[in-house]
């Protein structure tokens, strides 16, 4: 075993979680949704996807740039990355185009990517968007064998959504270099200069929990010393993920999205946290979005809502995600009442 991937184990034994309860309450009350029907591809042969889900999402003013998860092909699923832009007041109506117009920006290129770009979670830095994504694809192993791996892709792009530059992380120590079985659901916190406050998922030894890490931009590269365990799955869950990118509360207040998957039926089910600039953990919810009736239970992947986009708008909390593998569900709720759930970590 790689020293990297001991030093984390021994990390994970560690940390003491939160305490959260196997119970949901729905604050979510104002629920609409995007189709593929609903959407027209303008720089792409094909005008039509088959799934549009797990959309990233940032504020400009009053207009939402949302950077949904694209499907085409029924047989191989493979994901690229698009974007749209809706009036964010038009939006909190339920009115949206039978038409919207969505341009393809991020497509499989790579290796590590050959499966898919999927997930988005987006930032607006300086004159850019920064996009934390999961690149879907291969490595070749010591045995020069071709093998499966995920990892956390990172994509610079201008004010016209062309990629400046991308690539993925690692975890580096004294010179060595490290990747998890797989790296993603991951939302930038701060950033300062060419290093990065980060939230992120690793899996170390069968286990899916997050993490908080500090990221150099410029190497790609995250420093074992500044990783630390955020929230592990609980006694009912197989797994725990970041879902949404972060969003400011206060000075050293930020309000993250979380999913869990649940052993009792492999539902995605959604809670929100608070975390401070370096990632620790002030406060946690049970969960407050789940997947409800047929429109949200029944799809490619049953019983999800999944990521991407979180956004404050006015008195308004929006949780913009992916809904069973094949639709957008735009989530709303009055920011006072999800804050009434958060419950504060005594430590």
């Not at 201008?158 to 004294?174: A, L, V, W």
Request: hydrophobic share 35%.
């Amino acid at each position: 075993m790689n020293k990297i991937e001991k030093a984390l184990l021994g990390k994970l034994k560690e940390h003491k979680n939160c305490s959260r309860k196997n119970c949901q309450i729905n604050v979510f009350k104002k629920r609409y949704y995007i189709g593929p029907e609903n959407i027209k591809i303008t720089n792409y042969l094909r005008t039509r996807p088959i799934a549009i889900f797990n959309p990233g999402a940032v504020l400009n003013g009053k207009k939402l740039h949302i950077f949904p998860r694209l499907i085409f092909d029924y047989y191989k699923y493979t994901s690229s990355i698009g974007v749209f832009s809706l009036d964010v007041e038009k939006l909190l109506r339920g009115e949206t185009s039978k038409n919207i117009e969505t341009e393809i920006i991020l497509w499989p290129q790579q290796l590590w990517e050959f499966l898919g770009c999927e997930d988005a979670r987006v930032t607006i830095h300086k004159d850019s968007y920064y996009l934390l994504y999961t690149g879907k694809g291969y490595y070749y192993g010591e045995k020069n064998e071709l093998l499966r791996r995920d990892v956390l892709g990172f994509a610079e792009l201008d004010q016209n959504y062309t990629p400046k530059r991308k690539g993925y992380f690692s975890i580096e120590d004294e010179g060595e270099s490290f990747l998890p079985k797989t790296t993603k659901d991951s939302a930038f916190i701060k950033i300062t200069g060419n290093n990065a406050s980060m939230l992120t998922r690793f899996e170390v030894g069968n286990t899916l929990a997050c993490w908080h890490a500090s990221g150099n931009l410029e190497s790609l590269a995250f420093n074992i010393e500044d990783i630390e365990p955020v929230l592990l799955p609980e006694s009912w869950e197989h797994k725990v993920g970041w879902s949404t990118n972060t969003v400011k509360l206060s000075d050293d207040e930020y309000l993250v999205g979380w999913h869990a998957v649940l052993k009792e039926d492999l539902s995605y089910r959604n809670g929100l946290a608070l975390v401070d600039g370096n990632g620790k953990l002030k406060a946690v919810s049970d969960y407050l979005l789940t997947p409800i009736g047929l429109n949200e239970e029944y799809g490619d992947r049953a019983m999800v809502i999944f990521g991407d986009g979180l956004i404050i708008y006015q008195d308004k909390l929006l949780w913009i995600g992916g809904v069973s593998d094949y639709c957008i569900g735009i989530f709303i709720a009055r920011l006072e009442d999800i804050m009434k759930e958060l419950i504060f970590c005594n430590r």
